[in-house]
């Protein structure tokens, strides 16, 4: 049984929080899934550092905060980088923590449990559209994006958790699988906030995969979210697996239910 703390929307870029926001451990990994804050700050780099002294592994994937005032190739990069120079200083520094960056990644973290982790994104409505452009601030802030490119971006993230679940459901159909994004796989009524529930921008924030394979396999146990600043945690009926959040949202407009000290088992 794998133990991993779940957090998500931190949003530690406003106001700046990187060097007094506190994750106390309370299982030996952590998962931030994505707007934990602005890659370009000053503070983003230090804060996975703090956390790498606190935690066996800390895995983390890009929301669409992280990207903002640059572009997505170069983000990944510096986070690639980032990553590179961390298992560079482990090598002389056995305190500091194993990163792992979830981009279309998968890790093994026992004989019988893997984790899939990658942004999402989500598949804009073509009725959508223009509110979904001028009402996201993705569109003005992550340069050289546009919604097509988004709606690329799902296509792609959703193809690639398609073939791994469906590989590993062929070939170790034993491993339990968890699914880590950033963006919701659901348009399910316990994950949506009633208050958005008609909104004409929703499509911006989550897809129905409930048709997809990486949704109906029995070997994904877990599928854990964030972006909607709406909490939950509830069984799927249809597929007995565990859908959860775990998002704390703006400072001045934090999530109902966030826990820092949340943890999972799988």
């Not at 449990?113 to 009725?127: E, I, R």
């Not at 959703?158 to 070939?171: E, G, K």
Request: hydrophobic share 40%; aromatic share 12%; charged share 20%.
């Amino acid at each position: 049984m794998a133990r991993i703390q779940i957090v998500s929307d931190l949003h530690l870029e406003n106001p700046t929080a990187y060097d007094v926001f506190v994750i106390e451990p309370e299982a030996p990994y952590l998962a931030l899934l994505g707007d934990i804050g602005v890659v370009q700050d000053e503070g983003f780099f230090p804060f996975i550092t703090a956390q790498l002294r606190n935690f066996q592994i800390v895995f983390l994937l890009l929301g669409n905060h992280e990207p903002f005032y640059s572009n997505w190739p170069s983000v990944r990069k510096q986070v690639a980088d980032f990553s590179g120079s961390t298992s560079r200083t482990r090598s002389q520094d056995p305190g500091l923590g194993q990163f792992v960056f979830l981009d279309r990644t998968r890790f093994d973290l026992s004989p019988d449990v893997t984790l899939l982790g990658c942004t999402l994104y989500s598949n804009v409505f073509k009725d959508q559209e223009e509110r979904v452009s001028f009402g996201l601030n993705d569109f003005y802030h992550i340069q050289d994006w546009t919604v097509d490119d988004h709606r690329v971006a799902h296509e792609a993230d959703c193809a690639w958790l398609n073939q791994q679940v469906t590989d590993i459901a062929a070939s170790e159909p034993h491993r339990r699988i968890a699914i880590f994004t950033h963006h919701s796989p659901t348009v399910a009524a316990p994950a949506v906030n009633p208050v958005h529930t008609n909104s004409p921008i929703s499509s911006g924030f989550a897809t129905d995969l409930s048709g997809s394979s990486c949704w109906q396999a029995a070997q994904v146990r877990l599928w854990a979210f964030g972006h909607t600043h709406y909490n939950c945690d509830y069984v799927d009926e249809p597929t007995g697996k565990r859908v959860m959040t775990n998002q704390r949202g703006y400072y001045f407009g934090q999530a109902e239910g966030f826990d820092v000290s949340k943890v999972v088992e799988i």
